[in-house]
Every structure is written in C-alpha cells, then in structure tokens.
C-alpha cells in the first residue's frame, strides 16, 4: 500500500494540507449552518407529526427550554445550565407519554425509511356530523330504558390501532343503524359481552375487549365506565358512550374522564359538539413545497436587496 502510495504522481503533503484545510473550513464555515440546519429540520418533523395545534404550545415550550440550556452553558452559568437540563429531561420524557401516538407513527416512519412522509404535516379528517348520531342516541335511549349493558368506542379524528385493544374482536364492517346496535347488546347473542367500534358510520367490530383504567374509581362504576375509562386515558382520538346494566344510566367518557349520567338530549349535543368542529383539522406544520416557496422568494429579496446597496450608495454620493 505505502509503495502503490509513494507511486502516484500527487505529493502526500499536499492532500495532508488539503485536509487540514477542508477541517478548517468546516469548523469555521460548515459546521454551525449544518448543525442549524439538521435542528430546523428535526424540529420540521416534530410539528409535522403533531396533529393538533393546541399540541404546538407545548412543543414551543419545550424548545425554548432546549434553547434556553443551550445559551446557560455558553455563558457557563452552571447552576442554571443544571436546572435547565433536567427539566429538559423531565419535559421529553413527559412529551413522550402525552404524544405517544404521534411518536409512535413517527419511529413506524421511520424504521420503514419513509422519509417522505415525515416531512409532510400529518392530516386527519373528522367525520361529519350525519343521521349515524341520531342513529346511536336513539339506541342508547331505547338500552338504557331497558337497562341493557352497552359500550360504544367512537373514532374522532383518525383509526385507532387495534394494539391499543386487549383483544380486537370481530371484524362487522356494517351500516349504523338503530335496530343493528339494540341487536348486538342484547344478552342472548354472543358479540355483547365487550365493546362496539365505531369509525364515521360503520361499525368497525364488535366484541372488543379493552383494557381497564388504573385510577382509582367509585365502586358504583362497573366493568364497562372503567374500559371505557381505560381506552380514552391510553387514546386521544376517541370517545366512549356507556350504558349502565343495573341503573340504565348514560355516560360519555373521554380523556380517561367520566361524564355521567346523561339524558338522551345531552348524549346528542355533546355528539354533535364533539363531532361538528373542522372537517378537516389544520397541521401546525407547514407544506413543505409552500415552506420552501416563500423561504426561496425571501432569500431572493434579501439578496435582491443587498445587491441593489452599492448601486444606490453610489448614485447618493453623485
């Protein structure tokens, strides 16, 4: 190797300087704009996966926190440099648990290699608000008058993964109706016993098993308020309509929080509230080719501007 080395026709010392100097010119040039560049881009991919903008305040603090650390150790203020980093800490470990799905969509897409679909905002419909709610309040109405047992898993904004389940149940894929939902809780048949999925308006499955909720509840609640209770704390994108077997009374639970007991009418205005926000939910995120138009057309201005300096300068001193 050192003789093929000593053969070629260019001077070691040469290509040794040359390095030296491409190091030089990274530390001084490269680096910093590289470095800002990879953090725009991942923080990109954050609010692309964030489907709400509510979601965006927190992910704004939680980088003003990352910032701030940054700026305590460059100007060696320990104390706060400590103090901030584990609040940093605490706040991704926090953010990791509140945004679970998103970040659990995020690490899918990426161990796929989809790439692509990491830079695009992330975009979920709503179903809208149709017969399919009058439908499911008068079966409610008609199982809590005869206190019959029943669960209903309601999809908001997007399906829910059936891991997020104990067991997924029985595949239906049927139209919503009244007469169809009173069928499938009654005792006699053998898809009551567990929970009806429901995505726009189809039933998706019935005969789910979810998983109970660890908070501690009043022990007038049963099986189905603490599954109900269970899915909503683990899933944003979903609400539950429960049907008490001993009293008839209605629930609604959402967020791991039990609404209870509901009249009909109010089972029907919190449906309607709840379903007949934006059809389509508005990404925090830009689209990536609108982002790099306008950044594109501003970079031109600015250097647009700086060339037109001179030239005017020297028309002032004329």
Not at 252 to 261: I, S, Y
Request: charged share 25%.
């Amino acid at each position: 190797m050192g003789y093929l080395w000593n053969q070629l026709p260019i001077d070691p010392s040469w290509i040794q300087s040359l390095l030296l100097r491409l190091g030089e010119i990274w530390k001084q040039w490269l680096k910093d704009p590289i470095d800002i560049i990879l953090v725009l881009a991942l923080s990109y991919m954050v609010l692309a996966i964030i489907g709400e903008r509510r979601t965006l305040w927190m992910v704004r603090g939680f980088i003003l926190l990352m910032v701030a650390a940054a700026l305590s150790a460059t100007l060696e203020l320990n104390l706060l440099k400590f103090v901030l980093n584990n609040l940093v800490i605490g706040s991704a470990v926090a953010m990791a648990v509140i945004l679970q799905s998103e970040f659990r969509r995020f690490l899918e897409q990426l161990g796929k290699g989809d790439f692509k679909l990491l830079f695009q905002p992330y975009r979920q419909t709503i179903p809208k608000p149709d017969s399919t709610i009058d439908e499911i309040v008068d079966a409610v109405k008609e199982l809590s008058q005869n206190r019959t047992g029943a669960l209903m898993i309601l999809e908001t904004s997007g399906p829910i993964d059936e891991r997020d389940f104990s067991v997924p149940g029985v595949k239906l894929n049927a139209e919503v109706s009244k007469e169809l939902l009173q069928s499938i809780f009654q005792t006699s048949t053998l898809l009551h016993d567990g929970a009806l999925l429901i995505r726009a308006s189809r039933i998706v499955a019935a005969g789910v098993i979810l998983p109970l909720s660890e908070r501690s509840a009043s022990r007038q609640l049963g099986t189905r308020h603490r599954a109900a209770m269970g899915i909503t704390e683990r899933v944003e994108n979903c609400i539950c309509v429960v049907v008490s077997e001993e009293t008839g009374s209605i629930s609604l639970a959402e967020r791991g929080v039990l609404n209870r007991p509901l009249t009909s009418s109010k089972l029907k205005e919190l449906l309607q509230s709840r379903f007949s926000q934006t059809v389509e939910r508005e990404p925090v995120a830009p689209d990536l080719r609108t982002l790099s138009r306008k950044l594109g057309a501003r970079g031109a201005a600015l250097i647009s501007r700086l060339l037109r300096l001179p030239s005017s300068a020297s028309r002032e001193k004329k």
